[in-house]
Every structure is written in structure tokens, then in C-alpha cells.
């Protein structure tokens, strides 16, 4: 009843390597080398996605700024005639 070293409940799963070789070993680079590439392009999308929030965000920002300035100035105004 004890624990199974082979199973995959959170241990460590341990996989039969062959011999590195030369070709092995490139073949290896080169799959990590296309990896990387692949994570610089989700990088960038998720860049992206943040740069169009931001944008938005400004955009939104900057369009009710004098709505807002305007509604700050009238509690002014009103505070300095009751003092």
C-alpha cells in the first residue's frame, strides 16, 4: 500500500534517456532554440494585448478628464462659498 514511484501524483517522473550523441544533442538545441522562438511570439502577443488595454485605458482617461476636472472645480467652488 505504500506510494508508487512510477506514477505521476505529484513525484518526480523519470524517463529512460539514450546516449547523447552528437546528433542527439543538436537535435536537442535545435528543438530548444524553436521553443524560444515560439515564446518570444507569445511574449509579444501578450504585449500586445496589454499596449491595446493601456491604450484604452488613455483614451478612456483622457476623454472624461474635463468632466471630471469640471466636477472637482464645482466642489471647490462650493466649499470656498461656505467658508
Known amino acids: 500500500m505504500g506510494g508508487s514511484a512510477t506514477g505521476n501524483g505529484g513525484g518526480t517522473r523519470r524517463t529512460k534517456r539514450r546516449e547523447?550523441?552528437?546528433?542527439?544533442?543538436?537535435?536537442?538545441?535545435?528543438?530548444?532554440?524553436?521553443?524560444?522562438?515560439?515564446?518570444?511570439?507569445?511574449?509579444?502577443?501578450v504585449a500586445k494585448?496589454?499596449?491595446?488595454?493601456?491604450?484604452?485605458e488613455y483614451e478612456a482617461m483622457q476623454a472624461s478628464a474635463d468632466e471630471r476636472k469640471a466636477a472637482i472645480t464645482e466642489k471647490i467652488t462650493l466649499l470656498e462659498q461656505s467658508s
Open 20 to 45: 547523447t550523441t552528437s546528433e542527439t544533442a543538436v537535435e536537442s538545441a535545435i528543438e530548444t532554440l524553436k521553443r524560444a522562438i515560439d515564446s518570444i511570439d507569445a511574449e509579444i502577443e
Open 49 to 56: 494585448e496589454r499596449a491595446k488595454e493601456a491604450q484604452a
